[in-house]
């Protein structure tokens, strides 16, 4: 257990200095060209900006309703069902009627836990809409738990929209998390100042192509929307193309206006209704809408089939690398409310930071001292091996960049504890098999094997816990398991690997003195 050969002695220390390296990057401006990692701070030690919204769920509920609405006229004329006055009513319901002797059919059709238009929850025994039939009139009720499905799907794609929009800006280490059933928490460290990211996250960016029409009679009906400017044209109903089929969008100069424009680029499907769209429409004016604004009107001069186009208006740079990226992250399904703001000052992060060092230096050194008092010489290898194994620590979370919050702090403090109980339960046993060992070498090579098993259960078992913190916890609970997790590793390292090779050299040269330990 002593014995190390020249391969793992040569490995152990390139591991110890170029991890301990890693960690004092942190701490002194070292050679950036080969390394320019460093541990970002949370939103509690270096400040930052906190922003809660609240998720509008009434159009998503609108639209669900509304295209339940649409697909159960269809499927009811698929099966040769005669209804009439088939509406929405109050934005959630659904009301037709019926001949007087189709009722049971369509009790049938939807109360069949099989139905393909209105879907049952086995675990929550309901379906989507509550079926109610009086003689003739049927109405379907959006169900509690389908409502809830329909806000839980919302909630979860805004997070993914959400969360793409803040990396684009470039924002380190965010934390975006749910908060109830129709919020998300957005915090953001060292970002003072917001109204980017609010003007980027109060967007919809729900982008629609729509050809602009002087026929009132238009088939599928006709709007009014206006420019930025307020004025005001009428467009189709009619959606020619939708963001959906958007790949990528960026900003650019086009070379012959010499204006910033947004070029983008469609996927097989778009590129195919975009041709069609353009090809029998030559001289048609094509609106281009965001967020029912619409930013031009371009005139279609020829059939554009390349699946690729840009978006002309008055752009800055700016404004046009916002735009790109609102559309590349894609169409949050609700507008987000912003309810409630804050900015975190440094000077709090500061004291946290200077509370947390001043309690990790205090345990330090009392433990320092108790090691040197109790242990005498093993206790100064114990004490040099924790500086070790800190510093390993400090190296990997800034190897991953991870996040340190206050409670990581404390993870790192727990830590200390931690690989001083290993050091302690090596040495106790020693001292148990040195009565029966006369020995030196064999008594301390069987105190580490017997203790192995005691120190490996002990830090596994804690390693799981972290592990569930993590997979299960969020914000600050998830700091405090990662540095906890990879105290736990670096203990292990530092225990089995530094402290036992500098015990086996000193031992190895001292083998013949009386009392070692």
Same mark, same amino acid.
């Given at each position: 257990?002593?014995?190390?050969?020249?391969?793992?002695?040569?490995?152990?220390?390139?591991?110890?200095?170029?991890?301990?390296?890693?960690?004092?990057?942190?701490?002194?401006?070292?050679?950036?060209?080969?390394?320019?990692?460093?541990?970002?701070?949370?939103?509690?030690? $270096?400040?930052?900006?906190?922003?809660?919204?609240?998720?509008?769920?009434?159009?998503?509920?609108? $639209? *669900?309703?509304?295209?339940?609405?649409?697909?159960?006229?269809? @499927?009811?004329?698929?099966?040769?069902? *005669?209804?009439?006055?088939?509406?929405?009513?109050?934005?959630?319901?659904?009301?037709?009627?019926?001949?007087?002797?189709?009722?049971?059919?369509?009790?049938?059709?939807?109360?069949?836990?099989?139905?393909?238009?209105?879907?049952?929850?086995?675990?929550?025994?309901?379906?989507?809409?509550?079926?109610?039939?009086?003689?003739?009139?049927?109405?379907?009720?959006?169900?509690?738990?389908?409502?809830?499905?329909?806000?839980?799907?919302?909630?979860?794609?805004?997070? /993914?929209?959400?969360?793409?929009?803040?990396?684009?800006?470039?924002?380190?280490?965010?934390? +975006?998390?749910?908060?109830?059933?129709?919020?998300?928490?957005?915090?953001?460290?060292?970002?003072?100042?917001?109204?980017?990211?609010?003007?980027?996250?109060?967007?919809?960016?729900?982008?629609?192509?729509?050809?602009?029409?002087?026929?009132?009679?238009?088939?599928?009906?006709? /709007?009014?929307?206006?420019?930025?400017?307020?004025?005001?044209?009428?467009?189709?109903?009619?959606?020619?193309?939708?963001?959906?089929?958007?790949?990528?969008?960026?900003?650019?100069?086009?070379?012959?206006?010499?204006?910033?424009?947004?070029?983008?680029?469609?996927?097989?499907?778009?590129?195919?209704?975009?041709?069609?769209?353009?090809?029998?429409?030559?001289?048609?004016?094509?609106? +281009?809408?965001?967020?029912?604004?619409?930013?031009?009107?371009?005139?279609? *001069?020829?059939?554009?089939?390349?699946?690729?186009?840009?978006?002309?208006?008055?752009?800055?740079?700016?404004?046009?690398?916002?735009?790109?990226?609102?559309?590349?992250?894609?169409?949050?399904?609700?507008?987000?409310?912003? !309810?409630? /703001?804050?900015?975190?000052?440094?000077?709090?992060? *500061?004291?946290?930071?200077?509370?947390? !060092?001043?309690?990790?230096?205090?345990?330090? &050194?009392?433990?320092?001292?108790?090691?040197?008092?109790?242990?005498?010489?093993?206790?100064?290898?114990?004490?040099?091996?924790?500086?070790?194994?800190?510093?390993? #620590? !400090?190296?990997? #979370?800034?190897?991953?960049?991870?996040? #340190?919050?206050?409670?990581? +702090?404390?993870?790192?403090?727990?830590?200390?504890?931690?690989?001083?109980?290993?050091?302690?339960? +090596? @040495?106790?046993? !020693?001292? /148990?098999?040195?009565?029966?060992?006369?020995?030196?070498?064999?008594?301390?090579?069987?105190?580490?094997?017997?203790?192995?098993?005691?120190? #490996?259960?002990?830090?596994?078992?804690?390693?799981?816990?972290?592990?569930?913190?993590?997979?299960?916890?969020?914000?600050?609970?998830?700091?405090?398991?990662?540095?906890?997790?990879?105290?736990?590793?670096?203990?292990?390292?530092?225990?089995?690997?530094?402290?036992?090779?500098?015990?086996?050299?000193?031992? &190895?040269?001292?083998?013949?003195?009386?009392?070692?330990?």
């Amino acid at each position: 257990m002593l014995y190390f050969s020249k391969l793992k002695i040569l490995s152990v220390i390139v591991i110890t200095l170029l991890l301990s390296y890693f960690a004092l990057s942190n701490f002194f401006s070292l050679d950036n060209n080969f390394f320019k990692k460093k541990i970002n701070l949370g939103l509690d030690l $270096q400040g930052g900006s906190y922003l809660l919204l609240e998720i509008d769920n009434e159009p998503v509920v609108i $639209q *669900q309703v509304q295209n339940k609405f649409f697909e159960i006229k269809k @499927y009811l004329k698929n099966k040769n069902i *005669q209804f009439k006055n088939i509406e929405i009513i109050d934005n959630k319901s659904i009301k037709f009627e019926i001949n007087s002797g189709e009722s049971n059919l369509i009790e049938d059709i939807f109360s069949d836990k099989e139905s393909e238009i209105n879907p049952y929850f086995p675990k929550f025994k309901t379906h989507q809409f509550n079926l109610n039939i009086s003689n003739t009139n049927v109405l379907l009720e959006l169900s509690d738990y389908g409502l809830v499905l329909i806000k839980g799907a919302s909630q979860e794609q805004a997070i /993914e929209i959400v969360r793409r929009r803040v990396d684009e800006v470039g924002t380190n280490e965010p934390n +975006i998390l749910k908060r109830g059933s129709d919020r998300i928490l957005v915090e953001l460290p060292g970002l003072n100042n917001p109204d980017r990211i609010k003007s980027l996250l109060g967007k919809t960016a729900n982008l629609t192509f729509k050809f602009v029409t002087n026929n009132s009679e238009e088939s599928f009906g006709t /709007e009014k929307l206006s420019f930025e400017d307020g004025t005001e044209v009428i467009v189709s109903k009619r959606i020619v193309l939708s963001g959906e089929n958007l790949i990528d969008a960026n900003p650019r100069m086009d070379n012959q206006s010499n204006q910033t424009v947004v070029s983008f680029n469609l996927d097989r499907v778009g590129t195919k209704k975009f041709a069609r769209a353009t090809t029998n429409n030559v001289g048609k004016k094509l609106a +281009i809408i965001l967020d029912n604004k619409i930013i031009s009107a371009p005139t279609i *001069q020829e059939p554009i089939v390349g699946g690729s186009g840009q978006i002309t208006g008055d752009f800055t740079f700016q404004s046009a690398t916002d735009m790109a990226l609102l559309l590349r992250s894609g169409a949050l399904p609700a507008p987000l409310n912003i !309810i409630e /703001e804050r900015t975190v000052g440094p000077d709090l992060g *500061q004291d946290s930071i200077n509370s947390g !060092i001043l309690s990790l230096i205090i345990g330090f &050194s009392l433990v320092i001292l108790f090691m040197l008092i109790k242990y005498k010489i093993f206790g100064l290898i114990a004490n040099v091996t924790l500086i070790f194994n800190l510093f390993l #620590l !400090i190296g990997i #979370l800034t190897l991953f960049e991870a996040t #340190l919050t206050l409670p990581g +702090i404390a993870g790192i403090i727990l830590t200390v504890g931690m690989a001083v109980d290993a050091n302690v339960l +090596i @040495y106790e046993r !020693i001292k /148990e098999e040195k009565k029966g060992e006369e020995n030196q070498l064999l008594a301390f090579d069987s105190g580490y094997t017997k203790s192995r098993t005691t120190i #490996l259960d002990a830090n596994i078992t804690t390693l799981i816990a972290a592990a569930i913190l993590f997979i299960l916890g969020s914000g600050p609970v998830k700091g405090f398991s990662v540095t906890l997790g990879v105290g736990i590793l670096t203990t292990l390292f530092s225990v089995y690997f530094i402290a036992r090779l500098i015990t086996s050299i000193y031992v &190895s040269k001292n083998k013949h003195k009386e009392k070692l330990i």
